[in-house]
C-alpha cells in the first residue's frame, strides 16, 4: 500500500490550501481514510477522517473551516483547508486503513503565515 500526498505549501492566513491523497497498490477499498496533522515541539493530531460509509469526523479546531472528501473509484482523499491560521502550520499525513492495518503518507508541510 502506498500513499502519496501532494497540495501542501504557504499561505497567508485567511487563505486555503487544498491537499489530495492517492492510495495505490491496494486489492481491498479502504475502510478508512483521513488527515492528521503533527506541529513542532506536539504530538500528531487528528484533523478530519472519513470512514467507507461516509461518516466523517472533525477536530474541533477544524469545523467550519476544512471539508474532507473521498473519491472512492480512485482511492483518493481530499483536504479542502479555507480560513487558514498560523495554527494550522503543521505537517499534514493522510492515513488509510485496509483490512485492520494503518498505512500513512509521506507527509506535506502546510505553513500558514500571519
Known amino acids: 500500500v502506498q500513499l502519496q500526498a501532494s497540495g501542501g505549501g504557504l499561505a497567508q492566513a485567511g487563505g486555503s490550501l487544498r491537499l489530495s491523497c492517492v492510495v495505490s497498490r491496494i486489492i481491498f477499498r479502504p475502510n478508512f481514510m483521513g488527515w492528521y496533522r503533527q506541529a513542532p515541539g506536539k504530538e500528531r493530531e487528528l484533523v478530519a477522517v472519513?470512514?467507507?460509509?461516509?461518516?466523517?469526523n472533525y477536530a474541533e479546531s477544524v469545523k467550519g473551516r476544512f471539508t474532507i472528501s473521498t473519491d472512492n473509484a480512485k482511492n483518493v482523499v481530499n483536504l479542502q483547508m479555507s480560513s487558514l491560521k498560523p495554527e494550522d502550520t503543521a505537517v499534514y499525513y493522510c492515513?488509510?486503513?485496509?483490512?485492520?492495518?494503518?498505512?500513512w503518507g509521506q507527509g506535506t508541510q502546510v505553513t500558514v503565515s500571519s
Open positions: 472519513v470512514s467507507s460509509g461516509g461518516d466523517m
Open positions: 492515513k488509510c486503513i485496509v483490512v485492520g492495518s494503518d498505512y
